[in-house]
């Protein structure tokens, strides 16, 4: 075959860039959820422990966790601790439960089921509030 | 790393299955994980989802919860266990980065100061609360 020939049977170069397999990215997602919880248990026990200063340096540092940024961030942290949260069960049953190995993609899918089926409610509740004192114009 | 297999012929493999600290760690993050799944998420619906979420919470609110031991014992355990939990992780992604022996080391160092530091306030804060400060 002649150099041009080899050339041309090789696949395009588009596209070869490694996408990893499902598996992979939970294993990714697990790290840098837990990585980010962690850091706001550090910043979480700190504030929290103004409660032992006086009743009002509480009070002010817990308002900004009501401003909307703030609260658009707890929204992240919820998500971010309940993927966490269900991928570890996975973890776990890949690890104790027989059959895991076998179902750990049917499970990453069930598991993103369920957060979806549990973060739209608890989006709800959590900006519901702040949405309507944004652009509702009341209270 | 070379591997070096201590006397591959002797019946007692020394080392191998005593003292295994990595799988004391392995098993408690699991054991840990899955309280943590009860008490974080617990936490995070009551604090905020249910009834308001944050914007009920102020001194008040957190006064009435740690007058109940039902829940300082919640928040005790939840703050250690997520601390060991958390902290063990984060172990784990020093030993995997980190590139050089003195990174590694000074990086854990100021993990095991920071998780040492948040349980000691957390549990200070936990026990010495005084729910009428403000009367």
Same mark, same amino acid.
Not at chain 1, 98 to 126: N, S
């Given at each position: 075959?002649?150099?041009?020939? +080899?050339?041309?049977?090789?696949?395009?170069?588009?596209?070869?860039?490694?996408?990893? +397999?499902?598996?992979?990215?939970?294993?990714?997602?697990?790290?840098?959820?837990?990585?980010?919880?962690?850091?706001?248990?550090?910043?979480?026990?700190?504030?929290?422990?103004?409660?032992?200063?006086?009743?009002?340096?509480?009070?002010?540092?817990?308002?900004?966790?009501? /401003?909307?940024?703030?609260?658009?961030?707890?929204?992240?942290?919820?998500?971010?601790?309940?993927?966490?949260?269900?991928?570890?069960?996975?973890?776990?049953?890949?690890?104790?439960?027989?059959?895991?190995?076998?179902?750990?993609?049917?499970?990453?899918?069930?598991?993103?089921?369920?957060? +979806?089926?549990?973060?739209?409610?608890?989006?709800?509740?959590?900006?519901?509030? /702040?949405?309507? /004192?944004?652009?509702?114009?009341?209270? | 790393?070379?591997?070096?297999?201590?006397?591959?012929?002797?019946?007692?493999?020394?080392?191998?299955?005593?003292?295994?600290?990595?799988?004391?760690?392995?098993?408690?993050?699991?054991?840990?994980?899955?309280?943590?799944?009860?008490?974080?998420?617990?936490?995070?619906?009551?604090?905020?989802?249910? #009834?308001?979420?944050?914007?009920?919470?102020?001194?008040?609110?957190?006064?009435?919860?740690?007058?109940?031991?039902?829940?300082?014992?919640? #928040?005790?355990?939840?703050?250690?266990?997520?601390?060991?939990?958390?902290?063990?992780?984060?172990?784990?992604?020093?030993? #995997?980065?980190?590139?050089?022996?003195?990174?590694?080391?000074?990086?854990?160092?100021?993990?095991?100061?920071?998780?040492?530091?948040?349980?000691?306030?957390?549990?200070?804060?936990?026990?010495?609360?005084?729910?009428?400060?403000?009367?």
């Amino acid at each position: 075959m002649s150099a041009e020939a +080899v050339e041309a049977a090789r696949p395009a170069r588009r596209g070869t860039m490694y996408r990893g +397999v499902p598996g992979m990215w939970s294993w990714v997602a697990h790290r840098i959820t837990g990585v980010l919880t962690f850091f706001f248990l550090f910043a979480h026990v700190l504030d929290t422990a103004l409660v032992r200063v006086s009743p009002q340096a509480y009070n002010e540092v817990i308002e900004t966790y009501k /401003t909307p940024l703030v609260n658009l961030l707890e929204v992240g942290l919820v998500g971010a601790v309940l993927f966490h949260a269900l991928n570890g069960i996975r973890v776990m049953l890949v690890d104790f439960w027989a059959k895991g190995p076998r179902y750990q993609k049917q499970m990453l899918w069930a598991i993103l089921a369920v957060w +979806v089926v549990v973060m739209v409610p608890g989006v709800y509740f959590m900006l519901e509030r /702040t949405v309507r /004192t944004l652009f509702g114009g009341g209270s | 790393m070379t591997l070096a297999l201590d006397k591959p012929r002797s019946p007692r493999r020394p080392s191998v299955r005593r003292n295994n600290l990595e799988l004391a760690s392995w098993l408690f993050m699991r054991i840990s994980g899955l309280a943590l799944v009860i008490l974080v998420l617990g936490h995070l619906l009551i604090m905020n989802i249910l #009834d308001g979420g944050v914007h009920r919470i102020n001194w008040g609110f957190v006064a009435g919860r740690w007058s109940s031991p039902f829940w300082q014992f919640w #928040d005790l355990s939840m703050l250690w266990l997520a601390e060991i939990h958390g902290g063990n992780g984060l172990r784990t992604i020093i030993n #995997d980065y980190a590139r050089k022996d003195a990174t590694r080391f000074w990086l854990k160092i100021i993990l095991y100061v920071s998780m040492v530091l948040i349980l000691a306030l957390g549990t200070f804060v936990i026990f010495t609360f005084d729910p009428n400060m403000d009367s």
